[in-house]
Structures are given as structure tokens and as C-alpha cells.
């Protein structure tokens, strides 16, 4: 397991952009796959975006695709979420993931470590 923080979260208006980082802890955070998850108010989590290890291979949620982009720097043993021409529906709680065994696994939901989230909200 790996520890996971994030931050960047904030209230932004709508067609604005966000940056958000997870800072990991971890003597192998290198090999974890990392990713992205999100909460609406009274729903579960949902998929955003997925990045392996290599950095080489992201999947990406439709509702995301084209606006939000993920990016990691295993020096630092952190990933990032830039987040551009947000939209109301984009509030939600972001939460930060991490699976050993791949992007497969994380995306499905089942991540070896979850970071405590991040609030996110667009105004209109």
C-alpha cells in the first residue's frame, strides 16, 4: 500500500481550470498504477481517469475526455489531474487511487489505496 494526499481543490466558475496533485508516499509508488476517481453528492464513485506506471497508457471517462488530463512525476511520487473548461456537473469529490496490479484493477474500483479526497466546485 501507498498513502496518498491531495490537494488542489477550490471553487473555480465554470469554463475555468483546476490542477489538482496527489502526493504519494511509498518506497514502490513507481510500479502503481494511478488514477482518479470522483463522488456527486449521494452516488458512489466514479471512474476518471487511469494512468499505468510507465506512464505510456491513460483511459480516460467519456465525460472527461478532451478536458481533463492526467500526468505523473514518479521522481516525485506524485500524479496530477488538470482540469480545464470545467462544468457544474464537475463538482464532486476528487479522489486520488493507486492499484500494484494495473490499470484494470483501479479502474473497476478495486485500488490497494485511496487518498481522503479533494472538494471541487464549479459555479455557474
Known amino acids: 500500500q501507498v498513502q496518498l494526499v491531495e490537494s488542489g481543490g477550490g471553487l473555480v466558475q465554470a469554463g475555468g481550470s483546476l490542477r489538482l496533485s496527489c502526493a504519494a508516499s511509498?518506497?514502490?509508488?513507481?510500479?502503481?498504477?494511478m488514477g482518479w476517481f470522483r463522488q456527486f453528492p449521494g452516488k458512489e464513485r466514479e471512474f476518471v481517469v487511469a494512468?499505468?506506471?510507465?506512464?505510456?497508457?491513460?483511459d480516460y471517462a467519456d465525460s472527461v475526455k478532451g478536458r481533463f488530463t492526467i500526468s505523473r512525476d514518479n521522481a516525485q511520487n506524485t500524479v496530477y489531474l488538470q482540469m480545464n473548461n470545467l462544468k457544474p456537473e464537475d463538482t464532486a469529490v476528487y479522489y486520488c487511487?493507486?492499484?500494484?496490479?494495473?490499470?484494470?484493477?483501479?479502474?473497476?474500483?478495486?485500488?490497494?489505496?485511496w487518498g481522503k479526497g479533494t472538494l471541487v466546485t464549479v459555479s455557474s
Open positions: 487511487a493507486a492499484d500494484y496490479r494495473g490499470t484494470g484493477y483501479l479502474q473497476r474500483g478495486a485500488s490497494d489505496s
Open positions: 494512468m499505468n506506471w510507465r506512464g505510456d497508457s491513460t
Open positions: 511509498g518506497r514502490t509508488f513507481s510500479r502503481y498504477a
